[in-house]
């Protein structure tokens, strides 16, 4: 056989094992929750985020760490974070495609939390 046979031969074999693994691979499927980037969305999650950061728990362990990563959304939201990490949390390295996932369901939660500027008042005598 010449070169370019067995060059032919290796990319078939190289195409077939890729379909494989691809066949394999599933993908990570998780609830979604829609967010929108609006300046007080960004604000309340950068605020909750730098809270939860100072928090003596979250703060004993490596910044940008993975345990930290999960230690500050614990801190956030619990319920968020059950919802969507607790079950396959994140590993090292990993792409994190859940978050924008999160601060959908955390704007939800917040947005049930009742705001002291929209009581309803009543009128004074």
């Not at 728990?57 to 059950?82: F, K, N």
């Not at 990993?94 to 601060?103: G, T």
């Amino acid at each position: 056989m010449s070169w370019r046979s067995d060059l032919l031969v290796l990319l078939i074999l190289f195409t077939c094992v890729s379909l494989l693994v691809a066949e394999k691979v599933e993908r990570l499927q998780f609830t979604s929750f829609s967010y929108r980037k609006k300046p007080q969305h960004e604000k309340s999650f950068k605020n909750k985020r730098t809270n939860c950061e100072a928090h003596p728990d979250c703060q004993a362990l490596q910044p940008g760490s993975v345990e930290m990563t999960a230690c500050v959304r614990r801190c956030m939201s619990p319920a968020c974070y059950d919802t969507l990490y607790a079950w396959d949390e994140l590993e090292p390295g990993e792409v994190d495609v859940r978050l924008n996932s999160f601060k959908g369901c955390f704007i939800k939660e917040r947005g049930k939390e009742p705001n002291p500027s929209n009581r309803l008042r009543l009128p004074t005598r």
